[in-house]
């Protein structure tokens, strides 16, 4: 018994869809016989067979999505002396070897042109639809940049060029590989998301100015790619509510006075850690992350819960880990751990992975309410703005009470509008209500 | 057993094999070395060089230089200088032929061994597609277990079977750069550049020379404008130069060779050159033993890596298809090592010069006219004259041409031909320009050194807006 596998189909085709399957169980294959028709998203293929003999079995069907390396079929070879033809199968053409054009990242596009227009004959190769023979010069670029592009793997007719006549030069192409790299990395699940444009040109704001260049290092470079794959990828709804955290007030002042000098203090970030800690356990599509590409939702069974930092380095976001079996007090005396690290730059990658909801509270700065940006792969995050004593009409009388001000931003592809507005008011009600938590978590 | 067989047997292991050692065949493995491969290189040869270096495109140029050489003296009677009648010592001017290739060869075997190419003097046959058996010259065999492997076998001159008589006084390219002797006349077989070239030299030695030719002009592929300007010289040297005319038949008489044509009375020569063309040497043997695949006229077919059907059988220069140049094969020789390093290497040169070493010379690079005329494309044409050009009338060369090629829109260079003495030299930058991308205003705004015949370059650019200052021909409004 012999395997026939998926053999390499040409540069970058690591996997195709089976269309159809051309043999049949029972049939004495030969070698270079047409076996199934795969389409890849360069073109449509008719893969032949290198293996000869009777036909044992099929392991896949049209439709199955199968990879270079996978068993298509089993042959008994037993048969395959006997049933090999005396002559050499028909002399087919001479293999053109593997004239795939060395593929460029394929730039984002509406997925119109997805289709494979062609079938070709896989002893020809794999070929890019034929160019037609064109009148345009080549790309006007001398051989170091034709080079430097066939490295990168960009297309030279691809880049425009910014010297005289649209020349192209080293920088040209490099600048065009980065955005197609940003725009890939903008858009990970293909055709998911709405591609991101590439940046635009800037303009020269030294004519306005003085100005100064800085380098975008550590934190801030990081910070701007993920959050700006972030906001490109994930559609994003904000939800605002506010809680009555009067009662809180009275508990946390209560609690400084007795705990005395050097006890971590009751802060409203680790209360709000808590409690979202118990919430992710009433609404665990909170608690997830999308595949896109495997089209799963991956669902986490534990309750990471990361705290934006303000650095002087930028934002960090260290995670209390397994805040739901947690106390209050060990989130607070954690937290308060974390924080300094953060900010004493003694922060491990580790203490700042793994956390499966994120909590941004700007109210020791101010503001009345801001949106936050959920923290991919995370599908929401709750932001918390400054409290502040408001008059709120209860029991027909406007009463001073201490509100804060909440807005849950969350990926609208996990979470319905319904269960976000569900989500923050629980939050709040417990906030104003605290003792629920030794209900309900 | 085992130990006497593998005794007798010695076996290396290497990265890469070339096969061939031309210029396209010692350019790659010595590439290979320089990046750090293993490398062994194959040849029947004593030395790296290739029919190039042994038997053609060198000692053809040594032989050429010394026909300028005769041709400019008796020229330079106009210029009130006589030497007199040259006198050939045959042996002499071979000896000093067979001298430039044994150094140029000697440097390349050097080369090799200073790099720590294994050369191994003898013919490989391919057992599989990663095992070459080489029986050594010296005698014995060597088996090499190769990771990659680049043919680079070359051309051998092809002959009609009209045109097979077996005697000495037919030759071809390599029996007649031996110089045997100096017939008192010769019939060369083809006007292509082979036999232009070695006509020259035997007409510069005192031959009379007949060329024939069966299409209707010299050097199909280049230029008529161009081929004019050299036909109009060398009809001059040669006695005759028969176009639309073929051989029927051949025989070898006492008297010399006789020769039928159709289109000509039939003739007998001293000698006949028979340089019709030449033909892909895919006769490795063993290459049926692996995936490498031949197309209809004998090349082995490959990719733009140089890759042949066989992922690790790489092909290069005359055997992986036209043109059959030097150049070019030592090119496509290091595109296929930069691939087998792991390199986005291609073979795709916008220009590939061709050269043809007569006096005049005539070299053009990129789209000729007569390709764009056939292509149905649109482009300008911007002729120079040496006529106008001091350094050439200082030559008193004055019939030369140099003419740009151009696409109207973007003005960019296209194509670029020279014919005139030195015109293998010019073509380089012509190449350059195509290369770059270039466009005439570029070649134009270029200083040019004063008096030289590369002004003709930059004129010819000058030309093509009307504006050229030692040609008046203003631009059509």
Not at chain 1, 84 to 107: D, I
Not at chain 1, 175 to 182: E, G, P, S
Not at chain 2, 46 to 52: K, L, T
Request: aromatic letters at 4%; one cysteine or more.
């Amino acid at each position: 018994m012999t395997d026939f596998t998926l053999p390499e189909l040409g540069e970058n085709i690591a996997a195709g869809d089976v269309l159809r399957i051309l043999v049949q169980p029972g049939d004495t294959l030969t070698k270079d016989q047409p076996v199934l028709e795969l389409e890849t998203d360069k073109a449509t293929i008719e893969v032949p067979s290198n293996v000869a003999g009777k036909i044992k079995e099929i392991k896949v069907k049209a439709g199955d999505k199968v990879k270079v390396g996978q068993a298509i079929l089993s042959v008994d070879d037993g048969a395959a002396a006997a049933a090999a033809p005396p002559s050499a199968p028909a002399p087919s053409a001479p293999p053109k070897p593997t004239p795939v054009e060395a593929a460029p990242p394929p730039p984002p596009q509406p997925a119109e042109s997805t289709r494979p227009e062609k079938v070709v004959d896989f002893a020809r190769g794999v070929r890019a639809p034929v160019e037609p023979p064109s009148d345009e010069p080549a790309a006007p670029a001398a051989p170091s940049v034709r080079r430097m592009a066939r490295e990168l793997g960009v297309d030279i007719n691809d880049v425009l060029g910014s010297g005289d006549e649209g020349r192209i030069s080293i920088e040209d192409v490099k600048a065009h590989a980065k955005r197609l790299i940003a725009a890939a990395s903008a858009s990970p699940a293909a055709g998911a998301s709405t591609p991101r444009a590439a940046a635009e040109p800037l303009p020269d704001f030294s004519k306005w100015g003085e100005i100064e260049r800085q380098p975008m290092r550590g934190v801030r470079r990081k910070t701007a790619e993920h959050l700006g794959a972030s906001w490109a990828q994930i559609p994003l709804v904000t939800q605002y509510d506010s809680a009555d955290i009067t009662g809180f007030e009275d508990i946390r002042k209560r609690h400084a006075k007795q705990a005395g000098d050097g006890a971590p203090p009751l802060t409203l970030t680790a209360l709000a850690i808590k409690i979202v800690a118990a919430a992710l356990k009433v609404f665990p599509q909170f608690n997830v992350s999308i595949d896109m590409g495997a089209e799963e939702i991956i669902v986490k069974k534990y309750i990471h819960v990361g705290v934006a930092v303000d650095t002087d380095r930028g934002l960090l976001v260290p995670v209390i880990r397994d805040a739901d079996k947690k106390t209050l007090l060990q989130i607070s005396a954690e937290l308060s751990e974390l924080a300094a690290k953060a900010r004493s730059r003694k922060l491990t990658l580790d203490e700042m992975q793994g956390a499966t909801f994120s909590i941004s509270n700007l109210g020791g700065i101010g503001g009345t309410s801001f949106t936050p940006l959920v923290n991919a792969p995370e599908v929401a995050i709750l932001g918390i703005s400054r409290g502040r004593m408001e008059p709120v009409f209860k029991d027909g009388q406007f009463v001073p009470r201490m509100m804060l001000p909440l807005s849950l931003s969350y990926d609208h592809r996990a979470i319905d509008g319904a269960d976000g507005a569900r989500f923050v008011r629980w939050v709040a009600e417990v906030f104003e209500q605290p003792f629920l938590l030794s209900l309900q978590g | 057993m085992h130990f006497v067989s593998s005794w007798l047997q010695s076996m290396i292991e290497v990265q890469v094999v070339v096969i061939g050692a031309g210029p396209g065949g010692y350019a790659a493995a010595f590439l290979a070395a320089d990046l750090g491969l293993k490398t062994a290189l194959v040849d029947p040869e004593v030395n790296p060089g290739g029919v190039c270096v042994y038997r053609g495109c060198i000692p053809s140029k040594a032989l050429l230089h010394v026909a300028n050489l005769l041709r400019e003296a008796r020229h330079a009677e106009a210029w009130g200088v006589s030497f007199g009648d040259p006198r050939i010592d045959l042996a002499k001017l071979r000896t000093f032929k067979d001298n430039v290739v044994k150094r140029l060869t000697g440097g390349t075997g050097l080369l090799a061994k200073s790099r720590k190419v294994q050369y191994l003097q003898g013919r490989g046959e391919l057992v599989d597609a990663h095992t070459l058996k080489v029986k050594l010259v010296a005698g014995g065999d060597e088996t090499v277990r190769f990771e990659h492997a680049i043919i680079a076998t070359g051309s051998l001159p092809a002959i009609p079977a009209s045109l097979r008589v077996n005697d000495p006084r037919v030759m071809d390219s390599t029996t007649a750069l031996d110089l045997p002797d100096v017939p008192k006349s010769l019939l060369v077989v083809g006007g292509g550049y082979i036999g232009l070239e070695l006509g020259s030299v035997y007409a510069a030695l005192g031959s009379a020379v007949s060329v024939v030719e069966m299409t209707d002009g010299l050097l199909p592929g280049a230029d008529r404008d161009l081929v004019d300007v050299l036909a109009k010289t060398i009809a001059k040297s040669m006695k005759n130069i028969w176009l639309k005319t073929s051989v029927t038949k051949m025989a070898a008489e006492a008297g010399g060779i006789r020769v039928t044509f159709d289109g000509q009375p039939e003739q007998v020569f001293d000698r006949v050159l028979v340089a019709v063309g030449r033909r892909p040497n895919a006769s490795v043997p063993g290459l049926d033993r692996t995936k490498v695949a031949l197309d209809e006229r004998g090349f082995i077919v490959h990719d733009e890596q140089m890759r042949t059907s066989e992922p690790s059988i790489f092909a290069i220069g005359d055997v992986a298809g036209e043109p059959m140049l030097a150049h070019k094969a030592s090119h496509e020789g290091r595109t296929a090592v930069e691939v087998i390093a792991g390199h986005k290497a291609a073979f795709d040169p916008k220009a590939i010069p061709a050269v043809v070493f007569t006096d005049p010379e005539l070299a053009w690079a990129g789209l000729t006219e007569a390709q764009a005329q056939k292509a149905g494309r649109q482009v300008t044409v911007a002729k120079f004259p040496w006529a106008a050009s001091g350094r050439a009338l200082t030559l008193d060369r004055a019939d030369g041409l140099t003419k740009l090629v151009v696409d109207p829109s973007s003005e960019r260079i296209l194509g670029v031909g020279v014919v005139g003495p030195n015109a293998g030299e010019l073509i380089a930058e012509g190449v350059l320009a195509i290369e770059m991308g270039a466009n005439v205003t570029d070649l134009k705004l270029t200083i040019h050194p004063h008096p030289t015949l590369t002004e003709t370059m930059m004129e010819s650019a000058e030309v093509f807006f009307g504006q050229s200052t030692h040609v008046y021909k203003p631009k059509k409004a």
